[in-house]
Each structure stands twice: as C-alpha cells, then as structure tokens.
C-alpha cells in the first residue's frame, strides 16, 4: 500500500509570494491533518479535514489555508509568504473517522523564504 | 501554550543499553499517548502508544511507562542500537475530540554509539 505522498519535496520562494503544498493521503485514509515543524518547535498543527470538510484548525494566522478534494487528496496554500514561514510541512492521514490516534505522515515538503 | 513538554533535547547511550526518553504533559484530558520516531528528511513513523487506562505498553525492545498522578510518561528501549538514533517525539491527544490534533513535544535527539 502506497504511503502518503507529499508534493514537492524541496522548494524555494521569496518574501512576499504564495506557496500551494499537495498530500496524496494513504488510500482509504479520509482525514488529512497538516503540520509545520521548525527547528526546536516540534511539529504544530495546522488544520485537519474529513470529508472535504476542515474540522479543526490550529493557532496560525489567515494566511494558512487549505482544502481537501473528494478523492480526500488535500492541498495547503500560504499566502504572502514571510521568512518564519520557513519549515518543513507535514501532511499526515488517518483512517480513523473521529480523526484520533496513530497518524501517519508523509516525507513531508521543505519550503525556504528567502 | 506547550502542553507536552520534552525538557532533553538530547541524549547519547552506548549500544546495548538501555535508552529512557522523558515526557511531561499538563492537560489532565489527554488520554492516550503516541511516540513517534523521525530520521532525518523523512516524515515521523508512529514507535508505540498507550491509553490511559494502562500504566505500561511494551513492544519488542519499546516500552512505554505512563504516570497518570505525576503526568508522566517514558519510552524505554532496550537493548538501545545504532539504528535507533532518531528524533523521538512524544505525543498526546484525547480520543474522539481533537480532531487529527496530535499535541507534539518538541522532540529528543537520541544518538546510540558503538
């Protein structure tokens, strides 16, 4: 079984600039949960979905947002990018309806801001 | 507001003994508890978890210990190997109601040497 993937890997943008990261999920998973991880700040949640539907979302500003497709593929925009939003962005899926218990991430996609 | 605290960044064990990684958490809700393992450039892979209800979960050479008065829990590994130099996260969250939101600590890097 394919894990989940995340598209791209590795990208570079500028100050300033949006960003549109992809998550293929694990097939059968439907909630999709994002998270950032920056050095020494562990992972932070950004937003989950279930059913094309956000049902949760962390404490980060407008500028983070994302959707999920019917096919429970799921994409995460960041607008006006600013050089903290340095990271790496992990999208994780669950085969779990009320969205508990073990997670499982992909490789997960590194954005600089220059 | 850091609800699962790891205060180790790091920890170096001679192979073959025994490596203890430490966690606190402050939301008396949490009820179940997860490890995660992350090499670098990948994503975390889930180790091993416990619920509350249990006071110790053992697989193979991973245990988990949780202290539910003192608001503790440790992941034992024994016999520690050079494959197990890692990030470890510990994470906490409660079933059924935090929605794909994992509470993550900010990670322990543990170095295994020959």
């Known amino acids: 079984k394919a894990g989940v993937t995340q598209t791209p890997r590795y990208l570079i943008k500028t100050r300033g600039q949006q960003v549109t990261l992809s998550c293929s999920p694990i097939?059968?998973?439907?909630?999709v949960s994002w998270y950032q991880q920056t050095p020494g700040q562990g992972l932070q949640f950004l937003f989950e979905y279930f059913s094309e539907t956000q049902r949760n979302k962390g404490n980060f500003p407008g500028r983070f947002s994302g959707r999920q497709f019917s096919n429970s593929r799921s994409e995460m925009n960041v607008s006006t990018l600013e050089l903290g939003d340095s990271a790496l962005y992990l999208c994780?899926?669950?085969?779990w309806g009320d969205g508990t218990g073990e997670l499982f991430f992909g490789e997960g996609s590194r954005l600089t801001v220059l | 507001d850091q609800q699962v605290k790891q205060n180790s960044p790091s920890l170096s064990v001679q192979e073959g003994r025994i490596s203890i990684l430490n966690c606190d958490y402050t939301n008396s809700m949490f009820d179940y508890f997860l490890w995660y393992k992350k090499y670098p450039a990948e994503g975390p892979t889930f180790l091993i978890s416990?619920?509350?209800?249990?006071d110790k979960n053992e697989d193979g050479r991973f245990t988990v210990f949780l202290n539910k008065s003192a608001k503790h829990l440790s992941l034992h590994i024994v016999p520690s190997q050079p494959g197990d130099s890692a990030v470890y996260f510990c994470a906490a969250e409660v079933r059924g109601s935090t929605l794909g939101r994992l509470y993550f600590g900010r990670g322990t890097q543990l170095t295994v040497w020959p």
């Open positions: 994780a899926s669950s085969p």
């Open positions: 416990i619920s509350s209800i249990k």
């Open positions: 097939s059968g998973h439907r909630s």
